[in-house]
């Protein structure tokens, strides 16, 4: 009797911390106010920029993708699929930026070894990834988020699959607008 007892009191414990952990989520929700960021970055075609906020993209789409770390295979293939519908995003606004824990000089070789031709900002204590939910010590979680030209979420990818993600990205973009 008393195995019987002990075996379904560790199946409780378990089916009851299984569900909590599926069903809780610290990413913002579609709607939510987009958190702020003020970030060290890289961009080969401004740099001159040190610092990026997300104000400096007010009145444009912003996709905003975080990642685990630059050159590795899964991070390589969504920042070049980005990187090769970067002037299909241009035509409808928008913006796209790469975070992850990798420093600036990181991003820099990141960036000139794999054609990456948009701005990648160094998150690395993880504050801002948290902000978005992303954050999964020491790396950035990869999830996903289209903020409108007001500042608000208006679409979301959670653990995202970096294979054709940013054709998913550009055709929900598309809808939106």
């Not at 970030?39 to 990026?52: A, H, M, P, V």
């Not at 913006?95 to 420093?103: Q, R």
């Not at 979420?153 to 809808?175: C, F, G, M």
Request: hydrophobic fraction near 40%; include cysteine.
């Amino acid at each position: 009797m008393r195995n019987f007892v002990v075996t379904l009191l560790i199946s409780f414990i378990f089916l009851f911390n299984s569900n909590s952990a599926i069903a809780f989520d610290f990413a913002p929700e579609v709607g939510d106010i987009a958190p702020n960021f003020q970030l060290e970055g890289f961009n080969k075609y401004i740099k001159s920029k040190k610092i990026w906020e997300l104000n400096d993209f007010q009145g444009k789409w912003l996709v905003i993708y975080f990642y685990p770390k630059d050159f590795t295979a899964g991070c390589t293939l969504e920042a070049k699929g980005f990187s090769e519908l970067k002037k299909d995003f241009s035509k409808y606004n928008a913006e796209i930026v790469g975070i992850s824990a990798d420093n600036n000089d990181s991003h820099e070789s990141f960036c000139s070894e794999k054609s990456i031709n948009y701005t990648l900002l160094s998150d690395p204590e993880g504050i801002i990834s948290d902000k978005y939910g992303s954050w999964i010590p020491p790396f950035s979680d990869r999830n996903t988020f289209l903020i409108s030209p007001e500042g608000e979420i208006s679409y979301r990818w959670i653990s995202v699959l970096p294979i054709n993600h940013a054709k998913e990205v550009l055709n929900v973009l598309k809808k939106k607008i």
